[in-house]
Nanobody, 118 residues
């Protein structure tokens, strides 16, 4: 059973950068959509960035130009590079794998806290 472990969160000043990592415990299906979500206190979980099996990416408008999602298939790892962070980026960030194959498997990580504060 696929498991995901996120890391890289922490406290950063406004304008700073962080890189989140999401390591999968095994190689996922070739047709897998990976996304980073975030959930701020009192708010609904929202998708931040998505990378498709083709390698194409998509971003929420609020992070476009500041965040970048990438993957290293050899390491079963997906990254979220976050630059020019602002207090409104404060949230718990979750990694999600949606695998499409002989069956559909939706897997979430445990989340990593990102706090942007001066």
């Amino acid at each position: 059973q696929l498991q995901l472990v996120e890391s890289g969160g922490g406290l950063v000043h406004p304008g700073g950068s962080l890189r989140l990592s999401c390591v999968a415990s095994e190689t996922p299906y070739s047709n897998t959509v990976v996304a980073w979500y975030r959930q701020a206190t009192g708010k609904e979980r929202e998708v931040v960035a998505t990378i498709y099996s083709s390698g194409s990416t998509n971003y929420a408008g609020s992070v476009k130009g500041r965040f970048a999602i990438s993957r290293d298939t050899a390491k079963n790892t997906v990254y979220l590079e976050m630059n020019n962070l602002a207090p409104e980026d404060t949230a718990v960030y979750y990694c999600n794998f949606k695998q499409y194959g002989s069956k559909y498997i939706d897997t979430w990580g445990q989340g990593t806290q990102v706090t942007v504060s001066s």
